[in-house]
């Protein structure tokens, strides 16, 4: 239990702290709506990665096991890329300016539509979230839906916050930004590792 519950917060820490066009919609609603309107916001990969999320299982499902392990270890190699790249920024003193383009969504939809049109939930649901809930189901469906929880509180506790703060306050200090994007760097080096190692683990033993 424990397991799944650092892969479902670790995994959703790392994503919301990165910058991107869901954070930039946050931004944009804040500044025009104020961040008491733009809560509601923080709940939209509840609807937007429903479609995405059984698309990617009902595949996965179909897939022979070593496949699936095969893809569990593309994803670990895929946040070791993300980590590389949120690192390299850190050490540049640079921040990543988050994408946005044309003007900010004014519903809960639209948001949800800005995450659904985001690649990073498909490449999230395909190499690292798909594999390891259906690891998860296999030893049992409460491990699955602990690992779906803890991912999806963690990931809207995470964005409510950071609409907050972008409210209240100056948004965040420059080294604060820089900050998080450090431990967003760790995190997805620890669970890149993790994925590499575990899924190579179980791909050797059926060898």
Same mark, same amino acid.
């Given at each position: 239990?424990?397991?799944?519950?650092?892969?479902?917060?670790?995994?959703?820490?790392?994503?919301?702290? @990165?910058?991107?066009?869901?954070?930039?919609?946050?931004?944009?609603?804040? !500044?025009?709506?104020?961040?008491?309107?733009? #809560?509601?916001?923080?709940?939209?990969?509840?609807?937007?990665?429903?479609?995405?999320?059984?698309?990617?299982? $009902?595949?996965?499902?179909? #897939?022979?096991?070593?496949?699936?392990?095969?893809?569990?270890?593309?994803?670990?190699?895929? #946040?070791? !890329? /993300?980590?590389?790249?949120? /690192?390299?920024?850190?050490?540049?003193?640079?921040?990543?300016? =988050?994408?946005?383009?044309?003007?900010?969504?004014?519903?809960?939809?639209?948001?949800?539509?800005?995450?659904?049109?985001?690649?990073? =939930?498909?490449?999230?649901?395909? $190499?690292?979230?798909?594999?390891?809930?259906?690891?998860?189901?296999?030893?049992?469906?409460?491990?699955?839906?602990?690992? $779906?929880?803890?991912?999806?509180?963690?990931?809207?506790?995470?964005?409510?916050?950071?609409?907050?703060?972008?409210?209240?306050?100056?948004?965040?200090?420059?080294?604060? @930004?820089?900050? $998080?994007?450090?431990?967003?760097?760790?995190?997805?080096?620890?669970?890149?590792?993790?994925?590499?190692?575990?899924?190579?683990?179980?791909?050797?033993?059926?060898?």
């Amino acid at each position: 239990m424990l397991r799944y519950l650092l892969i479902g917060t670790g995994y959703a820490l790392s994503a919301g702290l @990165q910058p991107g066009p869901l954070q930039a919609f946050f931004l944009a609603k804040v !500044t025009e709506y104020g961040w008491r309107r733009t #809560l509601p916001a923080a709940f939209a990969p509840l609807i937007s990665d429903g479609p995405i999320a059984l698309i990617a299982l $009902l595949i996965l499902s179909y #897939l022979p096991d070593f496949f699936r392990d095969l893809l569990q270890i593309a994803g670990g190699f895929l #946040l070791l !890329t /993300f980590a590389w790249s949120s /690192f390299r920024s850190w050490k540049k003193d640079q921040l990543p300016e =988050p994408e946005s383009s044309g003007s900010p969504p004014k519903t809960l939809l639209q948001a949800a539509l800005v995450n659904l049109l985001n690649p990073n =939930p498909y490449l999230g649901w395909s $190499l690292v979230m798909g594999p390891a809930v259906l690891s998860a189901y296999a030893e049992g469906f409460h491990y699955a839906l602990f690992l $779906l929880l803890s991912f999806y509180i963690t990931m809207i506790s995470i964005s409510l916050i950071l609409i907050t703060l972008m409210g209240t306050t100056a948004f965040l200090e420059p080294q604060t @930004q820089r900050t $998080l994007i450090l431990v967003s760097a760790i995190l997805l080096t620890g669970l890149g590792v993790y994925f590499i190692t575990s899924a190579g683990w179980q791909l050797a033993g059926k060898l």
